[in-house]
T-cell receptor, first 117, second 113 residues
Framework: AQTVTQSQPEMSVQEAETVTLSCTYD???????LFWYKQPPSRQMILVIR??????QNATENRFSVNFQKAAKSFSLKISDSQLGDTAMYFC??????????????FGTGTRLKVLA | DSGVTQTPKHLITATGQRVTLRCSPR?????VYWYQQSLDQGLQFLIQ???????AKGNILERFSAQQFPDLHSELNLSSLELGDSALYFC????????????FGPGTRLTVT
């Protein structure tokens, strides 16, 4: 069974600085997808970034980028120029590829990020 | 706004009762997923429907059931409620079986007293 581990329960970063959130996963699949979701105090789940396992290039969305290391089964999220609005719980999620027939997400336990003014 | 709607936003009920949570997916999305988030924990997958048919089941309790209707909205039924069922219940939708990106609704916060 697939598992997703986020080993940092809480982190803090100064405004405008860079922070990296860690995520590791365990799977025997070769085709899968990885995601980072943000959950602010409103509790809404917001997609931050996604990565397809078959793509070697790391995904980037504005100030958010990932470091995807397939062999190491690592998927970290880097937030550059941190802003107060980045304060939230961040969840790493894994999904098996389309051939599996199911599309459920497996979530990590989350990292609570606080951006300090 | 993800385009996924959930009602009600909050629900307070007593142990032993039954409740129904409703979800309307984004326009055109055929897949609906239900997740449970207990206090300060990650989301746990409950069940997935695609175009009216059950596609996948997670650790969903036998007291819980769901269905997806012809208009593609979905309902999650929780019965014989226990204190431990208090949680945030999320619905998510995606365009189809070959689409991996899920869009989440705002959630329904269930409190069982």
């Amino acid at each position: 069974a697939q598992t997703v581990t986020q080993s940092q329960p809480e982190m803090s970063v100064q405004e405008a600085e860079t922070v990296t959130l860690s995520c590791t996963y365990d799977t025997s699949e070769n085709n899968y997808y990885l995601f980072w979701y943000k959950q602010p105090p409103s509790r809404q789940m917001i997609l931050v970034i996604r990565q397809e396992a078959y793509k070697q290039q790391n995904a980037t969305e504005n100030r958010f980028s990932v470091n995807f290391q397939k062999a190491a089964k690592s998927f970290s999220l880097k937030i550059s120029d941190s802003q107060l609005g980045d304060t939230a719980m961040y969840f790493c999620a894994f999904m098996k590829g389309a051939a599996s027939g199911t599309y459920k997400y497996i979530f990590g336990t989350g990292t609570r990020l606080k951006v300090l003014a | 706004d993800s385009g996924v709607t959930q009602t009600p936003k909050h629900l307070i009920t007593a142990t032993g009762q039954r409740v129904t949570l409703r979800c309307s997916p984004r326009s055109g999305d055929l897949s609906v997923y239900w997740y449970q988030q207990s206090l300060d924990q990650g989301l746990q997958f409950l069940i997935q429907y695609y175009n009216g048919e059950e596609r996948a089941k997670g650790n969903i309790l036998e007291r819980f059931s769901a269905q997806q209707f012809p208009d593609l909205h979905s309902e999650l039924n929780l019965s014989s409620l226990e204190l431990g069922d208090s949680a945030l219940y999320f619905c998510a939708s995606s365009a189809g079986q070959a689409t991996y990106e899920q869009y989440f609704g705002p959630g329904t916060r269930l409190t069982v007293t």
